[in-house]
Nanobody, 124 residues
Protein backbone atom coordinates (compact mmCIF):
# COMPACT_ATOMS: atom_id res chain seq x y z
CA UNK A 1 0.00 0.00 0.00
CA UNK A 2 1.30 3.43 -0.92
CA UNK A 3 -0.07 6.83 -0.08
CA UNK A 4 0.90 9.94 -1.96
CA UNK A 5 -0.18 13.34 -0.70
CA UNK A 6 0.06 16.53 -2.68
CA UNK A 7 -1.47 19.98 -2.96
CA UNK A 8 0.46 21.87 -0.31
CA UNK A 9 1.87 25.31 -0.87
CA UNK A 10 2.06 28.89 0.33
CA UNK A 11 -1.18 30.75 0.98
CA UNK A 12 -2.14 33.92 2.76
CA UNK A 13 -4.18 33.87 5.92
CA UNK A 14 -7.85 33.55 5.09
CA UNK A 15 -7.13 31.64 1.93
CA UNK A 16 -7.89 28.07 0.92
CA UNK A 17 -6.05 24.97 -0.21
CA UNK A 18 -7.13 21.48 -1.13
CA UNK A 19 -4.89 18.55 -0.37
CA UNK A 20 -5.21 15.21 -2.09
CA UNK A 21 -4.04 11.78 -1.08
CA UNK A 22 -4.07 8.87 -3.47
CA UNK A 23 -3.96 5.31 -2.21
CA UNK A 24 -2.54 2.58 -4.40
CA UNK A 25 -2.05 -1.09 -3.94
CA UNK A 26 -5.28 -2.11 -2.30
CA UNK A 27 -8.99 -1.49 -2.37
CA UNK A 28 -9.65 1.97 -1.04
CA UNK A 29 -12.87 1.00 0.67
CA UNK A 30 -10.97 -1.36 2.99
CA UNK A 31 -9.37 1.48 4.89
CA UNK A 32 -10.22 4.26 7.24
CA UNK A 33 -8.41 7.40 6.13
CA UNK A 34 -7.11 10.31 8.12
CA UNK A 35 -5.10 13.48 7.96
CA UNK A 36 -2.53 14.53 10.52
CA UNK A 37 -0.14 17.43 10.64
CA UNK A 38 3.12 18.35 12.28
CA UNK A 39 4.15 21.94 12.79
CA UNK A 40 7.82 22.89 13.23
CA UNK A 41 8.98 21.99 16.70
CA UNK A 42 5.70 20.36 17.63
CA UNK A 43 4.36 16.86 17.84
CA UNK A 44 2.17 15.37 15.17
CA UNK A 45 -1.50 16.06 15.74
CA UNK A 46 -4.76 14.74 14.42
CA UNK A 47 -6.69 16.84 11.92
CA UNK A 48 -9.57 14.79 10.55
CA UNK A 49 -10.56 11.26 9.58
CA UNK A 50 -13.14 9.07 7.97
CA UNK A 51 -14.30 6.08 9.93
CA UNK A 52 -13.76 2.59 8.59
CA UNK A 53 -16.51 2.31 5.99
CA UNK A 54 -16.53 6.05 5.43
CA UNK A 55 -19.86 6.78 7.04
CA UNK A 56 -18.55 9.08 9.79
CA UNK A 57 -16.12 11.93 9.94
CA UNK A 58 -14.10 13.27 12.84
CA UNK A 59 -12.42 16.62 13.21
CA UNK A 60 -10.03 18.25 15.63
CA UNK A 61 -11.62 21.18 17.40
CA UNK A 62 -9.05 23.51 15.90
CA UNK A 63 -10.25 22.85 12.34
CA UNK A 64 -13.98 22.29 12.77
CA UNK A 65 -16.00 24.48 10.48
CA UNK A 66 -12.96 25.31 8.35
CA UNK A 67 -11.68 21.97 7.06
CA UNK A 68 -13.62 19.28 5.25
CA UNK A 69 -12.54 15.74 4.50
CA UNK A 70 -14.02 13.96 1.51
CA UNK A 71 -13.26 10.89 -0.56
CA UNK A 72 -13.67 9.52 -4.04
CA UNK A 73 -13.79 5.74 -3.87
CA UNK A 74 -13.62 5.40 -7.64
CA UNK A 75 -10.28 7.25 -7.73
CA UNK A 76 -8.96 5.90 -4.41
CA UNK A 77 -8.42 9.44 -3.27
CA UNK A 78 -9.16 11.34 -0.09
CA UNK A 79 -9.25 15.12 -0.01
CA UNK A 80 -8.78 17.78 2.62
CA UNK A 81 -10.40 21.09 1.79
CA UNK A 82 -8.95 23.79 4.00
CA UNK A 83 -10.69 27.16 4.18
CA UNK A 84 -10.11 30.25 6.30
CA UNK A 85 -6.53 29.20 6.82
CA UNK A 86 -4.58 30.65 9.73
CA UNK A 87 -0.84 30.95 10.30
CA UNK A 88 -1.15 28.31 13.00
CA UNK A 89 -2.27 25.83 10.34
CA UNK A 90 1.26 25.90 8.95
CA UNK A 91 2.58 22.35 9.07
CA UNK A 92 3.49 19.30 7.08
CA UNK A 93 0.26 17.45 6.41
CA UNK A 94 0.23 13.67 6.25
CA UNK A 95 -2.45 11.33 5.07
CA UNK A 96 -2.74 7.95 6.70
CA UNK A 97 -4.69 4.73 6.29
CA UNK A 98 -5.67 2.07 8.77
CA UNK A 99 -7.31 -1.32 8.58
CA UNK A 100 -8.31 -1.42 12.22
CA UNK A 101 -11.97 -1.05 12.96
CA UNK A 102 -11.56 -0.30 16.64
CA UNK A 103 -9.54 2.44 18.28
CA UNK A 104 -9.69 6.18 18.31
CA UNK A 105 -9.35 7.65 14.85
CA UNK A 106 -7.41 10.53 16.34
CA UNK A 107 -4.53 8.31 17.44
CA UNK A 108 -1.73 8.19 14.93
CA UNK A 109 -0.44 4.89 16.25
CA UNK A 110 -3.63 3.14 15.08
CA UNK A 111 -2.75 3.86 11.45
CA UNK A 112 -0.83 1.37 9.36
CA UNK A 113 0.30 3.41 6.38
CA UNK A 114 1.50 6.98 5.95
CA UNK A 115 2.09 9.27 3.02
CA UNK A 116 5.22 11.34 2.59
CA UNK A 117 3.69 14.62 3.71
CA UNK A 118 3.01 17.89 1.97
CA UNK A 119 3.96 21.29 3.37
CA UNK A 120 1.33 23.94 3.93
CA UNK A 121 2.55 27.41 4.81
CA UNK A 122 0.10 30.12 5.78
CA UNK A 123 1.47 33.63 5.84
CA UNK A 124 0.02 36.37 8.02
Amino acid sequence: VQLQAFGGGLVQAGGSLRLSCALSGRTFSSYAMGWFRQAPGKEREFVTAFSWGGDRTYYADSVKGRFTISRDNADNTVYLQMNSLKPEDTAVYYCAARTKFEGLYSLGRTYDYWGQGTLVTVSS
